[in-house]
């Protein structure tokens, strides 16, 4: 039997192979080609929702370490060059020790000036009880140390109040702060910075305008409620100015006792390193006190021991503190004011040694 048609039948399919080889690569190549696209799509989905999730315009995300100290004095210099921005997030994480908070938008950028009333006692006026009534100079009104009776210190307490709310009338690019913590148990849950707010609330009638009367003044008038003695005042106000316009103070005006003006102008401005030219202290004293003996109270109590222990974090001064926080509070300022926990937590053994690292507003 012949071979030759057999042969003949099946030359023509030589080429067989090759075409199957090309429409094998031709379908490789679009079924890659396919797949590729499904993959873009879904990266590019799952970008979205990311952006849209961790990028939202509505609330500030804030992720704070409380222990990074070595990072915060690191970025002392860029937080600074920020604090006028209106940022939605802010990273501070170490070792994935971290907090987060949800706070609105910073709604005050351009407020400058910081005037902090110092609080000393507690005012229990407007609280609807009719047999106190609403005599803001009464003594009854007011929850008072011993030594602050029957010498005139609530009409000082009340013209620090008027004096402030004057001030933060004059200045637009100011923020009034009212600075006190709940120091007095018979007080309940009551704090100084709270009390004189409603003092200046009751005051209105004697002032020009009334705190409610502009939208711009009674957001210009906050309280720090925290501060256990003259140095939390200062520094524990200019961080709630911070919280509250995300920037530092360009100048500081103190308002308390001309008694007090030392040790505020010299020891606890000297111990934050706050410039001298943009610091003002205002002292209002008591009409029926003794200049010698205020002079005296001042030297033994509260100027001498702060000489000898800057910041106020051992002996007698650390007694003061435990004696006025007797609902054990505190504060946050390590969380919404991370640049400065260093600053917060030091205390050196060294009493009078001067914080080492370079704070914001020495920029």
Same mark, same amino acid.
């Given at each position: ?13 030589? !080429? !067989?192979?090759?075409? +199957? ?20 799509? &879904? ?12 990028? @939202?315009?509505?609330? @500030? ?108 009338? @004059?200045?637009? @690019? ?20 709270? !009390? ?33 003695? &003259? ?47 943009? +610091? ?14 205020? +002079? ?68």
């Amino acid at each position: 039997m012949s071979l030759l048609p057999l042969f003949n039948n099946t030359q023509p399919t030589l !080429s !067989s192979p090759n075409r +199957f080889f090309l429409n094998k690569n031709l379908k490789s190549n679009i079924l890659f080609g396919f797949f590729t696209i499904l993959i873009i799509c &879904s990266i590019t989905i799952n970008l979205y929702h990311f952006i849209n999730c961790y990028l @939202e315009d509505d609330l @500030e995300y804030l992720i704070i370490d409380n222990n990074n100290n070595n990072n915060s004095n690191n970025n002392n210099n860029n937080n600074n060059n920020n604090n006028n921005s209106n940022n939605k997030e802010i990273l501070y994480n170490n070792n994935n020790n971290s907090t987060q908070i949800f706070l609105p938008d910073v709604s005050y950028p351009k407020l400058k000036d910081l005037i902090i009333v110092t609080g000393h006692a507690i005012y229990l006026g407007g609280s609807n009880n009719h047999e106190i009534g609403n005599d803001e100079e009464n003594e009854e009104n007011w929850i008072l140390e011993d030594y602050q009776k029957g010498n005139g210190q609530v009409k000082a307490f009340i013209n620090h109040v008027k004096k402030g709310i004057e001030l933060v009338k @004059e200045n637009d @690019e100011s923020l009034l702060i009212f600075s006190g913590g709940q120091t007095r148990p018979s007080a309940g849950p009551r704090s100084e910075a709270q !009390s004189y707010y409603i003092l200046a609330q009751s005051l209105n009638l004697n002032l020009s305008s009334t705190i409610n009367s502009t939208k711009s003044l009674n957001t210009r008038i906050i309280t720090e409620e925290y501060a256990r003695d &003259s140095y939390e005042n200062l520094l524990f106000s200019i961080c709630r100015f911070n919280e509250y316009t995300n920037s530092y103070p360009r100048n500081i005006t103190v308002i308390g006792f001309q008694f007090k003006k030392k040790r505020f102008s010299e020891l606890h401005r000297f111990a934050l390193k706050f410039p001298l030219d943009r +610091f003002n202290y205002i002292g209002i004293d008591p009409d029926n006190t003794s200049p010698l003996g205020r +002079f005296v109270g001042e030297s033994v109590n509260s100027l001498g021991p702060f000489k000898q222990d800057l910041y106020g974090c051992h002996g007698k001064l650390l007694d003061k503190k435990l004696t006025r926080n007797p609902y054990r509070r505190s504060h946050p300022y390590q969380i919404s004011c991370p640049e400065l926990s260093p600053l917060l937590n030091y205390c050196p053994e060294d009493r009078i040694q001067l914080y080492p690292d370079t704070l914001p507003w020495e920029y």
